[in-house]
């Protein structure tokens, strides 16, 4: 073992835990636990972006009832709730797009249906594609919520908060839910950001200079030399490094 393996290895120990979760070290993750459910966790997920204290505030307010009301009922409940991007129709869309999803067997039954021909990156447009196609709606913050399929992995973004999503689903821990139970965490793609990259490179994990798809993808393959069956199970110390400066 390594020298950066043996480091990453007490870091995994030290932060994979559920008291990494808590007010004086917030993460979304912590919101999506209290409920457990697979859809609720995507709303979570989608909405993680920006400041985490705003984030976790965000989609603390949004109750998992929210995915069962009528479409009058919705914009009565969320008609003074906007987030960043987000106004309040593209909130009020997003769970009547949600509630479609649900009624025709799920975010993992879709996803299921690309990743079991092309993997990770076909699965994730698959879902990303049904969703657009459940809603005609659109907005700037709508179609930014939701992303875009991966069309070419050359010029794809990182889809961190799918990647993330993906993670919370698939991987099982003190941290992760696996509430999903059809796919491998060995094929899971590192949710990569800024705090992420910047940590990798300075580990000597990443050698790309661009935090892009390829950058994830690479990073997990060197991850992958560490533990080949559950190469994201660094991506929560890996983060935390970043976010506390600590490297």
Not at 81 to 95: A, G
Request: charge should be neutral.
């Amino acid at each position: 073992m390594n020298t950066i393996q043996e480091y990453l290895e007490k870091q995994v120990a030290a932060r994979n835990c559920d008291s990494e979760l808590c007010a004086e070290r917030p993460d979304p993750l912590m919101i999506a636990r209290l409920y457990r459910d697979p859809h609720h966790a995507l709303t979570c997920a989608l909405f993680a972006y920006g400041n985490v204290k705003a984030i976790i505030a965000f989609i603390a307010s949004l109750d998992i009832g929210l995915q069962k009301l009528s479409e009058d009922e919705l914009r009565f409940e969320v008609k003074n709730k906007y987030y960043r991007f987000q106004k309040s129709e593209d909130v009020v869309q997003w769970f009547l797009t949600l509630q479609k999803l649900i009624a025709m067997g799920g975010a993992e039954s879709v996803f299921m249906q690309g990743y079991r021909t092309g993997g990770v990156i076909e699965g994730l447009s698959e879902l990303i594609d049904t969703l657009y196609t459940l809603n005609p709606y659109r907005s700037q913050g709508y179609e930014f919520l939701i992303g875009k399929p991966i069309q070419s992995i050359a010029k794809a973004s990182a889809m961190k908060r799918w990647m993330m999503y993906l993670r919370w689903m698939v991987r099982k821990d003190e941290l992760d839910m696996g509430l999903w139970k059809s796919m491998k965490p060995s094929d899971l793609i590192m949710p990569l950001d800024t705090h992420t990259f910047n940590v990798s490179r300075r580990l000597g994990l990443l050698e790309r200079k661009q935090c892009d798809l390829r950058a994830a993808m690479e990073l997990t393959e060197t991850l992958r030399q560490f533990d080949p069956l559950d190469p994201l199970k660094y991506d929560f110390a890996l983060y935390r490094i970043g976010q506390e400066k600590i490297l």
